[in-house]
């Protein structure tokens, strides 16, 4: 049997989510501005079992599940994302989430009588709360496409979810950012007792407490969005028990994703002087879930434990 994947595929014209005998292909409406066209979510250990839903699709062996589902023109957006997420959380009992991606259509836009973004965060957090579950790292990026996807990772291991220390917890913040917080911790691990503890940190921008600092400057955003991401290093190898790996704020693989298309040379100047550009990453248009926010990073590595396990 191939071993089975689960990737996204950035710079499509219109979402898709293929399955085949390689796993499950997510393709997102994102322009890709620099680097690797497709980013891994999991490497499934065979023997994996596929289920399609209505709007999508799941995989999962013996130690984890990932999956994905697409809604189309999915208004009212609070009863749509709560619907979405009722459904994965059904799909995946027994399992624990490790990391949740949302691409939301028109993010900063107005969706009812609510931005989108906020609108959205409204329908995750009833989802959450009515199950009573520990909230995973997770990202929320627009997309210039009338359709809502949702991707995941779930695990059975146990799964450590991770705070900074310099950052209000979302789930804790004031009602000046909508009528419910939004649902995600900072980072996750998981442990499978074997081998190296993966780890996700989350959409991560220029936010110190629970506001956002420097709304006029690239550079400086991405200072502090870099330096957020170096304490969630630190804080994440308290969890593996080792020593945080220099000062590299980047993970194996890292995804970069930038409002304005017109600051990538600004971007690539600041990365190329801190030798931050990996083999492994990639810069993609999108616009953030706060208007004043220019840019923001995500990054992971799946440690050397053989997949599945």
Same mark, same amino acid.
């Given at each position: 049997m191939v071993m089975a994947s689960t990737r996204f595929s950035f710079g499509a014209t219109q979402p898709k989510i293929i399955v085949s005998d390689e796993g499950m292909r997510i393709d997102l409406p994102i322009p890709l501005l620099q680097g690797n066209r497709i980013a891994s979510i999991h490497s499934h250990a065979d023997p994996v079992e596929t289920l399609h839903l209505d709007q999508g699709a799941i995989m999962r062996d013996s130690g984890f599940v990932s999956g994905a589902l697409c809604i189309p023109d999915p208004y009212p957006l609070p009863e749509i994302t709560r619907q979405i997420y009722e459904t994965l959380i059904r799909s995946t009992q027994s399992y624990a989430f490790a990391r949740i991606w949302n691409y939301v259509p028109h993010i900063n836009n107005p969706a009812g009588d609510l931005e989108a973004y906020r609108a959205f965060c409204k329908g995750r957090s009833e989802a959450f709360a009515k199950h009573g579950l520990p909230v995973p790292a997770a990202s929320a990026v627009g997309i210039q496409y009338p359709a809502l996807i949702v991707a995941f990772v779930a695990t059975r291991h146990p799964v450590h979810h991770i705070e900074n220390p310099e950052q209000v917890p979302a789930y804790c913040y004031p009602q000046t950012y909508g009528p419910r917080p939004p649902s995600f911790s900072r980072a996750s691990v998981t442990n499978p007792g074997v081998g190296s503890r993966q780890a996700f940190v989350s959409g991560t921008?220029? *936010? !110190? =407490?629970?506001?956002? @600092?420097?709304?006029?400057?690239?550079?400086?955003? @991405?200072? @502090?969005?870099?330096?957020?991401?170096? *304490?969630?290093?630190?804080? *994440?190898? !308290?969890?593996?028990?080792?020593?945080? !790996? =220099?000062?590299?704020?980047?993970?194996?693989?890292?995804?970069?994703?930038?409002?304005?298309?017109?600051?990538?040379p600004q971007l690539l100047t600041i990365l190329e002087s801190g030798n931050l550009l990996t083999n492994n990453h990639r810069i993609v248009q999108a616009d953030i879930c706060r208007p004043e926010l220019l840019i923001e990073i995500e990054t992971q590595d799946y440690g050397d434990s053989p997949p599945g396990q």
């Open positions: 921008a220029a *936010i !110190k =407490g629970h506001a956002s @600092v420097f709304p006029d400057s690239l550079r400086d955003q @991405v200072e @502090v969005t870099l330096d957020n991401l170096r *304490i969630m290093g630190r804080e *994440i190898a !308290k969890f593996r028990d080792e020593a945080p !790996k =220099g000062n590299n704020p980047f993970l194996t693989d890292t995804t970069l994703y930038l409002r304005n298309p017109n600051h990538l």
